[in-house]
Nanobody, 122 residues
Framework: VQLQAFGGGLVQAGGSLRLSCVAS????????MGWFRQAPGKEREFVAA????????YYADSVTGRFTISRDNAKNTVYLQMNSLKPEDSAVYYC????????????????WGQGTQVTVSS
């Protein structure tokens, strides 16, 4: 499956952005879709994930209550709505896909998009 992420940009602290990730697959509803981020000099970290079949969602503690992951199976698209953004949210955001398994380990995801830059100014 090929993934294409977009929607990043520059925003002031407290602002909002919505990221989108489109998957080229006929079996989108079978996937677990995740968002990860990587800041310069840091490891890639889990942000949020959604089971496209059940709709179950999972979040990192650092974004709970501020970010919302959702999906539209008809459009093969997963979204990440980011509100109340903080400078520490600045990173390249990646979407990823897998069929099953643990949702927060980036090493377990075989499919990745190209990343989109999110910069939050203070």
């Amino acid at each position: 499956v090929q993934l294409q992420a977009f929607g990043g940009g520059l925003v002031q602290a407290g602002g909002s952005l919505r990221l989108s990730c489109v998957a080229s697959t006929r079996t989108f509803s079978r996937y677990l879709m995740g968002w990860f981020r990587q800041a310069p000099g840091k490891e890639r970290e889990f942000v949020a994930a959604i089971n496209c079949s059940t709709g179950n969602t999972y979040y990192a503690d650092s974004v709970t209550g501020r970010f919302t992951i959702s999906r539209d199976n008809a459009k093969n698209t997963v979204y990440l709505q980011m509100n109340s953004l903080k400078p520490e949210d600045s990173a390249v955001y990646y979407c990823a896909a897998k069929f099953t398994g643990y949702y927060s380990d980036p090493k377990s995801f075989p499919y990745w998009g190209q990343g989109t830059q999110v910069t939050v100014s203070s």
